[in-house]
């Protein structure tokens, strides 16, 4: 009991417990009305329920019941004993794990509730009175699913001040560091396979296992400012507790080391690699690391996985870069000519994204509230159509599409872009109906065209001489249409004329 830190009920809760005539009550239990109930009894029938109900339900209002509780040292036994049940569910017992974080306090708790999660981790999967994680052995689902569980939840723990505590970071850090996959040896469960080389060489894959890890580590890293840029510090460490300098870069050497390690040995659809860019993002938001786009573009390139490039886009734009001209150009262009339907597919659901945040846009910084010395001061600059507009933005349809509207009307690179991508010969016809579409949610359409034309100029002709004349034109503008030229019909030919007539001979005439 005081090894793993148990409370037991109070002695006059016992007397209650004893005295009782029913250990629990459940109304509905098949599921059989349209309602919501609420029952309100002891945290004794309660625990009476989750212990002895077979139902995995009744389990889980048990299990929820106890984690709308305030802290105290019983609710954590409580959960901790649950989780340690192997006779539960797999979904119980990680709920009870994820239950523990509220009772992961200092002060009166005096982080009980870590202490629990990493006694629970250290008895399943580490050596005996060690921190070193014994080697990965995945044929147990629940087992795995719960050594999943216990590092999401440390991650979540938080000090007064929001930050991860040291002990909480350096036990994700130790569980990354040494993480043994060697031995992870896939059952023989079909006799046909035996004594074959298909056999010799199956083994659990721990890729998910290690990105559930490299993103506790980020989000937990992500809640503490670096060493050295720290302006609320409290003077009352110890300097031995190991948060350093030193130990921050252990912290990020890790996460890139694996990052590297998957440049060489591809992990399942690179699934390291795109961890490691989800904690790069995660850490430089939060102010972490510097903010160096070029880290991510690089996996952005042709030639790359497209789960991959899909991934680094993704987190360049969760970065802020969709407003960068040149990085939403490159992504246009990569829409329209990659041959890839997979990349084209998700890429679509990225510019919906995009656009998306182009809607709803940022909280308006003049609608914020900041608190200093416990005064709150709101500010006043915003005119109240530019409220009603913000607020018209997140709360209808309409007012949306016009935030839209308002914000891409003077964006020439999605214009652009666009139309690039309309006009590739590698789009399909369904695809090229999407972008159809979003453009005519865009832009309003034009129905009419204005047609330029150069007036006509007068021509000047000079004699050069030896027969040659020089045509150039004039200054002068022509703008009356030249008169229409009648063309005459020709004239009708002329009629034959009539032969002489012969002329008498001297002998007729004598004779008459």
Not at 50 to 79: C, R, W, Y
Not at 375 to 385: F, G, N, R
Request: include cysteine; charge should be negative.
């Amino acid at each position: 009991m005081q090894q793993w830190q148990l409370a037991e009920w109070p002695k006059e809760t016992e007397d209650e417990m004893n005295q009782e005539a029913y250990e629990w009550i459940r109304v509905d239990s098949n599921f059989e009305w349209i309602c919501r109930t609420t029952m309100s009894m002891p945290g004794y029938m309660f625990l009476s329920q989750l212990q002895q109900d077979k139902d995995v339900v009744a389990q889980l209002e048990s299990v929820q019941f106890m984690a709308n509780q305030k802290e105290h040292p019983l609710i954590s036994t409580i959960l901790l004993r649950t989780l340690m049940d192997t006779r539960y569910f797999h979904g119980i017992r990680t709920t009870a794990a994820a239950a523990l974080v509220k009772h992961a306090k200092e002060g009166d708790m005096a982080w009980l509730g870590l202490f629990h999660l990493q006694k629970a981790f250290q008895h399943f999967f580490c050596y005996e009175a060690s921190p070193i994680p014994q080697p990965n052995e995945f044929s147990d689902r629940a087992a795995y699913l719960i050594k999943c569980a216990i590092p999401r939840t440390v991650a979540k723990v938080r000090d007064g001040r929001g930050r991860s505590p040291i002990r909480a970071r350096m036990f994700l850090l130790d569980k990354l560091k040494f993480n043994d996959n060697s031995d992870n040896e896939v059952p023989h469960i079909l006799p046909a396979l035996e004594n074959t080389s298909l056999m010799s060489h199956s083994q659990f894959s721990d890729s998910h296992y290690l990105s559930t890890l490299m993103e506790a580590l980020a989000e937990a890293m992500a809640s503490k400012p670096p060493p050295g840029q720290d302006l609320d510090t409290d003077f009352s460490f110890d300097e031995n507790d190991g948060d350093d300098i030193r130990f921050h870069n252990a912290c990020l050497e890790e996460l890139d080391r694996y990052r590297r390690t998957d440049e060489w040995l591809p992990s399942y659809h690179n699934i390291l690699s795109r961890t490691a860019l989800n904690c790069t993002r995660i850490l430089s938001s939060a102010g972490v690391i510097d903010n160096i786009p070029s880290h991510l573009i690089q996996y952005s390139r042709d030639g790359t996985a497209d789960e991959l490039r899909i991934s680094a886009f993704s987190n360049l734009f969760e970065m802020g870069l969709a407003k960068n001209d040149a990085v939403l150009r490159w992504f246009l262009f990569a829409l329209g000519t990659d041959p890839s339907l997979y990349f084209r597919e998700h890429a679509f659901r990225l510019l919906g994204r995009i656009l998306g945040s182009y809607a709803i846009g940022q909280p308006s910084d003049s609608s914020t509230a900041h608190e200093q010395d416990n005064l709150i001061i709101e500010q006043e600059d915003a005119s109240t159509e530019t409220r009603k507009a913000d607020l018209a933005r997140r709360t209808t349809v309409h007012g949306a599409l016009a935030a839209l509207k308002d914000q891409v009307k003077a964006n020439e690179a999605l214009k652009h872009g666009l139309w690039t991508a309309i006009t590739s010969p590698v789009l399909s016809l369904p695809e090229m109906r999407q972008l159809l579409d979003i453009c005519h949610v865009l832009y309003d359409p034009e129905t009419s065209m204005v047609v330029k034309l150069r007036y006509p100029r007068y021509w000047r002709c000079k004699k050069v001489g030896k027969g040659k004349l020089h045509f150039s034109t004039t200054e002068r503008v022509r703008t009356q249409p030249m008169p229409k030229r009648v063309l005459l019909p020709p004239p009708p030919p002329a009629a034959a004329a009539a032969p002489p007539l012969p002329l008498p001979s001297p002998s007729s005439s004598s004779l008459s």
